[in-house]
């Protein structure tokens, strides 16, 4: 991959001819893609030392989805999507915009990579044992990972960041949280007449949530990476 900014691949084109699949936005250009908010360009940015460009804000915008993010490439382990975050230098953003009005938001943050988060969802589907692994790069994914989870032969899905893991069951309209990070070890503080939920984490009764406020936690957890403050806890 070249300089951020620029569409380097099997799309390259030679200098002077326009590009067929995408176009590098840089900032204070304004951008004719909808839902896209145009930067004002700040003072120094983009300038040069010693001979190498100093781009820490970019946008791209292209007119396909993104490979990783595709549900053919979702599970892949080596995709852009997955792999953006860890080249791109310290303290930059990259965030890149679809034909399909959505931007997916890659960067550097002290000093280590930023990963896109991924769910593991444990299934027993038809007598067969298996599992599903979904990326958590925005609230859409979310919203699929939820989907899945209240299918009846889904078991408790397990998000890992950097600093902690977070355990989401989702049972007959209710929802189990378990935390385990910096800030303790967690379940969620839920409504006395929540049923006990048996699978992997064994959640006691009175520790579920109506199911849309664990998954209002959950896309917390994604966008902050920390425990979320939107539903009650106690020590597990």
């Known amino acids: 991959m070249g300089a951020i900014g620029r569409m380097v691949g099997a799309d390259h084109q030679r200098p002077g001819r326009t590009p067929r699949r995408g176009v590098a936005i840089h900032p204070g250009q304004r951008l004719a893609t909808p839902g896209v908010p145009a930067r004002p360009a700040r003072r120094g940015q983009g300038g040069r030392r010693n001979g190498e460009r100093q781009q820490r804000d970019e946008t791209v915008v292209m007119d396909r989805e993104v490979c990783g993010t595709r549900e053919f490439d979702r599970d892949d382990p080596f995709t852009c999507d997955k792999y953006l975050a860890r080249i791109l230098p310290p303290g930059a953003r990259l965030r890149v915009a679809t034909g399909w009005h959505r931007i997916r938001v890659h960067r550097y943050r002290n000093g280590a990579a930023m990963t896109t988060l991924a769910a593991s969802v444990p299934t027993f589907r038809d007598g067969v044992q298996g599992g599903q692994r979904l990326p958590l790069a ?45 800030a303790g070890y967690l379940m969620t503080d839920g409504d006395p007449a929540s049923p006990a939920a048996p699978c992997e984490m064994d959640f006691p009764a009175g520790s579920g949530l109506p199911a849309e406020r664990v998954i209002a936690a959950v896309r917390e957890f994604v966008r902050t990476r920390k425990l979320p403050k939107t539903v009650p806890w106690r020590d597990a």
Do not use: F
């Open 138 to 182: 925005d609230d859409a994914d979310v919203t699929r990972l939820a989907e899945l989870l209240a299918e009846p032969w889904a078991d408790t899905a397990s998000i890992q960041s950097e600093d902690a893991a977070l355990n989401v069951h989702v049972q007959d309209g209710w929802g189990y949280l378990l935390y385990a990070g910096d």
